[in-house]
């Protein structure tokens, strides 16, 4: 049921009409009380939905790792700087990064782990040792392809948003990386400018 309050020559409601109407509030609504159709909610988890969520997810467990702690204070890393430095001034720069992480309709992740699958050789381990230094975690979801994106997978797919974006510590693609390139990436993670 909407409640309904009527305060000095104004009106307010809040809350679902009859599985119709849903009032809400709205602080900056201009010239009238907001209100959208009710929807039942719905979470089917079929196949192209977990894809989407588990690559998102996978994206956006990096974040947290860009940035430390100095002193009790989030500084940010060599990496975070320059992210920042490249990011338009109409956007947030971790989303930036993610987005380039992602690329349009996902291109940019789908190429890397397509690169990791078919192209990867010593690198492998020494992307999993590195992502294992940070403590990347793997990304799992019981419906999708893939199921799983690994920690070394994660670490990977920064690693050639990096190179396609001209970050100074990707120098090369994530598929040439050797292991002084990989240990001088894991470092822009953790070197404080």
């Given at each position: 049921?909407?409640?309904?309050?009527?305060?000095?020559?104004?009106?307010?409601?809040?809350?679902?009409?009859?599985?119709?109407?849903?009032?809400?509030?709205?602080?900056?609504?201009?010239?009238?009380?907001?209100?959208?159709?009710?929807?039942?909610?719905?979470?089917?988890?079929?196949?192209?939905?977990?894809?989407?969520?588990?690559?998102?997810?996978?994206?956006?467990?990096?974040?947290?790792?860009?940035?430390?702690?100095?002193?009790?204070?989030?500084?940010?890393?060599?990496?975070a700087s320059q992210w920042k430095a490249l990011c338009p001034a109409n956007k947030i720069w971790n989303a930036f990064f993610v987005e380039k992480m992602g690329g349009s309709a996902f291109a940019t992740i789908n190429q890397a782990l397509s690169d990791w699958a078919n192209d990867m050789t010593?690198?492998?381990?020494?992307?999993?040792?590195?992502?294992?230094?940070?403590?990347?975690?793997?990304?799992?979801?019981?419906?999708?392809?893939?199921?799983?994106?690994?920690?070394?997978?994660?670490?990977?797919?920064?690693?050639?948003?990096?190179?396609?974006?001209?970050?100074?510590?990707?120098?090369?693609?994530?598929?040439?990386?050797?292991?002084?390139?990989?240990?001088?990436?894991?470092?822009?993670?953790?070197?404080?400018?």
């Amino acid at each position: 049921m909407a409640k309904v309050v009527l305060p000095l020559l104004s009106a307010e409601a809040r809350g679902k009409i009859a599985d119709a109407l849903v009032f809400f509030p709205l602080a900056h609504a201009k010239g009238g009380q907001p209100v959208r159709r009710w929807l039942k909610p719905a979470n089917p988890q079929s196949a192209a939905q977990g894809t989407t969520r588990i690559k998102m997810a996978a994206m956006g467990s990096v974040i947290p790792k860009v940035l430390r702690i100095k002193s009790g204070q989030l500084t940010d890393s060599s990496l975070a700087s320059q992210w920042k430095a490249l990011c338009p001034a109409n956007k947030i720069w971790n989303a930036f990064f993610v987005e380039k992480m992602g690329g349009s309709a996902f291109a940019t992740i789908n190429q890397a782990l397509s690169d990791w699958a078919n192209d990867m050789t010593a690198s492998t381990g020494l992307f999993k040792t590195a992502a294992a230094a940070l403590a990347l975690e793997d990304t799992t979801l019981t419906y999708g392809v893939p199921s799983t994106i690994t920690a070394g997978e994660k670490l990977f797919v920064a690693a050639h948003a990096c190179y396609l974006n001209g970050i100074t510590e990707a120098a090369v693609d994530a598929k040439s990386m050797d292991d002084t390139a990989i240990t001088a990436f894991q470092k822009a993670f953790t070197d404080i400018s």
